[in-house]
């Protein structure tokens, strides 16, 4: 499918269905929030990007520039493994939200971003007798989204195909209501057991996420790892 439709073409027909007058200064932001919320609630394919992979190399835990190459676009570490260029066997290793430095040296098992020094770490530290051209770290991440900005509202296409138009334009709706202190907007409330209420237009908007995540045979919504960011806000 196509990707044609620009946040500007769902602002539009925003203000037409009701009947807003000029909203320029207050768009940008609130069409952000609209997409934002969208792009966190699941792992959409458009979303999701791979790592450059690296080498483990011996007695050395962190990785990140000038050898190893971490995503700007960076927001959430999804999957990791290694790759065992010799024998050609994978790994997986586990995803964790931070890790300490450690002086335990064996082969890793565990790999978290730290955001604070813009790198990579594993535990444990690969070891002195490793072969630093042997084992290759790969994985995927998720990206974060495109901020709509004032210049970029009429000329930034939306992710995903044309025939989720709907989805972003409900979602959009709801925030303006919701901004604006519209009793017509509802809310959303996720509980700790993973369960959701939602009323109003927001319910509206939740709803034809869900049924974009199930045509795009998605499941759950993801749970938010590396860095620490509240999947919803």
């Known amino acids: 499918m196509a990707k044609t439709y620009t946040v500007g073409k769902a602002l539009a027909l925003l ?3 009701m009947r807003l007058p000029d909203i320029t200064p207050f768009a940008a932001p609130i069409c952000d929030e609209a997409l934002s919320f969208i792009w966190d609630a699941f792992d959409w ?8 992979p690296f080498y483990l190399l011996p007695q050395e835990q ?3 520039a000038p050898l190893s190459a971490v995503p700007t ?11 065992n260029n010799d024998s050609y066997t994978v790994d997986d290793l586990e995803v964790v939200a931070s890790l300490p430095t450690t002086d335990l040296f064996a082969f890793p098992d565990m790999i978290s971003y730290e955001p604070s020094m813009s790198k990579f770490r594993v535990h444990p530290v690969p070891p002195a007798s490793l072969i630093a051209s042997q084992y290759q770290v790969e994985g995927t991440y998720k990206k974060n989204h495109t901020q709509v900005t004032p210049a970029t509202i009429n000329s930034l296409v939306l992710p995903w195909d044309d025939q989720y138009f709907d989805v972003f334009r409900k979602t959009l709706r709801w925030k303006w209501l919701d901004e604006t202190g519209s009793p017509m907007a509802g809310q959303i409330v996720f509980y700790p057991d993973g369960s959701v209420s939602a ?6 908007a939740w709803h034809s996420i869900l049924n974009m995540a199930r045509r795009e045979g998605l499941g759950d919504a993801p749970e938010q790892i590396v860095p620490s960011v509240e999947l919803f806000q």
Request: overall charge positive.
């Open 15 to 17: 203000q037409i269905q």
């Open 73 to 83: 676009d960076l927001m959430v570490l999804r999957t990791a493994r290694v790759r």
């Open 45 to 52: 394919k458009a979303a999701l990007g791979e790592l450059a």
């Open 62 to 64: 962190d990785y990140g």
């Open 199 to 204: 009323t109003g237009a927001a319910a509206v």
